[in-house]
Each structure stands twice: as structure tokens, then as C-alpha cells.
């Protein structure tokens, strides 16, 4: 979801920046390149999460890992609401909301991250041709990644378009998949926040899953299709999905207010509870502070290193050279 606001505060706290937009939207979406184009990303390392307390590692169920934040002088770079990083964690793509994708390569330093190398831009198109960016799925909000397939989730104009992904790993001939009636119904701009795929062994078995911001859950496919709600609480709007291995998902979410900026909460869900009709909840397992360096957290990926699992985030900086493109890492203790 693109934020809009006549005053807004960015960052967090007493520190935040007053920014004034006219009630339009936080910064214009700059124009999406037409064609898959190479660009120079920056990378500022973050040692520590909390700023008030820089030697502390544990929040939550999260072990703070590194982070970095990324900037580009490509105005194009930026707006990343989708996250998704490979098996071993060195790829990396992102959905920005202008309807185009960043593929890269993790860097790192001493086991931390350092940056972005052969970092690429692309439109996303469909199978006519048209990009999505000139077409009524030009507000790309949601990623999902299988093996031969990528889902990308759409706002205002309701859909989810499956691509086939190349032996390359390129998104080619993207084409809109039978929806429920009731996602068309969402509001404009409250569509599919976050959407997923459930691993093959667990109680879903495969299935694509959509979250709307406003709590409203779809099982896309699969045997047990259907509609579920999300218990909300604190303000907090749904923002990403990402399956833990057994099946669990967890829910990034985010909270925003004029005074207190930006805030992050991250929540477990069990993968039995998540059925037609259910109203599901789940334990926090990560709340941010003032303190800690969070954006507009996101986007949220899954991955395992070793006996690790990794959860990741990117946060949507709306193109504003007043916030930041953040890139974090942590370890959940089980």
C-alpha cells in the first residue's frame, strides 16, 4: 500500500522529518524502465538493530543477523513491497510497486550483509507485450516464487498474474488466474498485501495464499479453498506472508502514525488453523521500538542456512529521498 498523508513524519520518534504532500501520494511513482536495465546499488552496513542499546542481538524470537541500508542514484530504484531470497540466501528479488523487479546477488562480509552485486531492473509484462505499469495492474504489491512460477499480487484493480519463470530465472508470459468474487469486492487500495505458497508437506499442501490489509485471508487453490480473517489488534495492517519449512506462516505487519513514524510486528500463525470460514490468530513474535532501525517494513522472505531459519525484510521507502530502503536479516530461535 502506497501511504498517503498531508503531514507525514518519517522514521521513527522523536528524530522523524515532517514531510508535507498535499494529500497526495507520499512521492510519484517514477517511470519503470521498458526494458531489463543494470544499475549501481550502495550499501551502508547496520551493525545493530537498536540504537539505544547497539550490543543488544535478541528481540523477541529474533536474532538480529546484520543489515544494510540501499541506496541507488537510479531514481527508479525503490518502492519494494515483495521479497523473495534463494534457498541458499545469495539471490535475491524484489517487488517494487511500480510494477517492475529487482534481481541481485547477496554480498557479504565476516557472514554479515554488505550489499548488492549485479543488481538489474526490469519491467514486468504480460504475455501481449504491454507492461503491467501501462495496463490496470500497474499497482504491483505482492510476490510469491516457486520453482517454475512467480505470483504477483495486484491492488485497485484486484488480480493476481502468474509468470513463467525462465531456466535464467527471468519472469516471462504473465497472464491474470481466476480470482474470487470476494477479492474483487476489497477496497481500492487495501487488495493483497501479501500472498504465499505453503510448502508441499504441510496442511495446505501447496496452496497459494493471499492476505488483504485489512485482515481478509484467501486460500487461493488447493483442496481447502476458501476465505479466512486475521485477528487484528494494535493498529497494526498486514503487510507480507512468508511459510516457515513445517508450514506455519508468519505475518509481517505494519503500523503507522503521525507521531510515532513507522512501526514492524511480526506474527506466527499455525498452519492447521488457517481453513475457510476461521478467524486465526497468532503469538508475536517480534515487535519493533522507537530505537530500532525499521522503515516502512514490507516486504518478508523465508530461507534456511544450515540448521538457521532466516527471515528477511525490505522496506518501502515510496520513492522518497526522506526514507529508507532497509534490507534486514534475523535468526528465529525456535
Not at 477496497?187 to 498485501?193: K, R, V, Y
Not at 487453490?221 to 503487510?239: I, K, L, M, Q
Not at 518501502?316 to 534490507?327: C, G, I, P, V, Y
Amino acid at each position: 500500500m502506497r501511504l498517503s498523508r498531508r503531514n507525514v513524519l518519517i522514521g521513527g520518534g522523536a528524530a522523524a522529518a515532517a514531510l508535507t504532500c498535499a494529500g497526495v501520494a507520499l512521492a510519484q511513482r517514477p517511470q519503470a524502465f521498458g526494458s531489463a536495465t543494470a544499475v549501481k546499488v550502495e550499501a551502508e552496513p547496520i551493525s545493530q538493530l537498536s540504537t539505544t542499546d547497539p550490543d543488544r542481538t535478541r528481540f523477541g524470537a529474533l536474532q538480529f543477523r546484520s543489515g544494510v541500508d540501499l541506496r541507488s542514484p537510479v531514481s527508479a530504484f525503490g518502492g519494494f513491497s515483495g521479497l523473495w531470497r534463494s534457498g541458499d540466501g545469495r539471490d535475491i528479488i524484489a517487488l517494487a510497486d511500480n510494477a517492475q523487479w529487482l534481481k541481485a546477488r547477496i554480498e557479504t562480509a565476516d557472514g554479515r550483509l554488505a550489499g548488492l552485486s549485479g543488481a538489474v531492473l526490469s519491467p514486468l509484462l504480460l504475455s501481449s507485450g504491454t507492461p503491467l505499469r501501462r495496463s490496470r495492474f500497474y499497482d504491483t504489491e505482492s510476490l510469491a516464487l516457486s520453482a517454475n512460477a512467480a505470483f504477483i499480487g495486484v491492488e485497485r484493480n484486484h488480480a493476481i498474474i502468474r509468470f513463467e519463470r525462465s531456466r535464467a530465472g527471468g519472469l516471462v508470459r504473465g497472464v491474470p488466474i481466476p480470482v474470487p468474487e470476494k477479492l474483487k469486492d476489497l477496497p481500492s487500495n487495501g487488495g493483497l498485501e501479501a500472498i504465499g505458497i505453503a510448502p508441499q508437506r504441510s496442511a495446505l499442501a501447496g496452496a497459494l495464499v493471499g492476505l488483504a490489509e485489512g485482515g481478509r485471508g484467501f486460500i487461493l487453490t488447493g483442496p481447502r479453498a476458501g476465505v479466512f480473517e486475521v485477528v487484528r489488534s494494535g493498529g497494526f495492517d498486514t503487510t507480507d506472508l512468508a511459510f516457515l519449512p513445517g508450514g506455519d506462516v508468519v505475518i509481517l505487519e505494519r503500523r503507522f502514525s503521525l507521531f510515532g513514524g513507522f512501526g514492524c510486528r511480526l506474527r506466527r500463525i499455525e498452519a492447521a488453523s488457517i481453513k475457510p470460514n476461521a478467524g486465526v490468530d497468532g503469538e508475536v513474535i517480534y515487535e519493533s521500538q522507537a530505537s530500532h532501525q525499521m522503515d516502512n517494513m514490507e516486504g518478508l522472505a523465508v530461507h534456511r542456512e544450515g540448521s538457521e531459519i532466516v527471515l528477511s525484510l525490505i522496506s518501502d521507502n515510496n520513492f522518497s529521498a526522506l526514507q529508507r530502503t532497509l534490507l534486514l536479516e534475523f535468526s528465529l530461535v525456535e
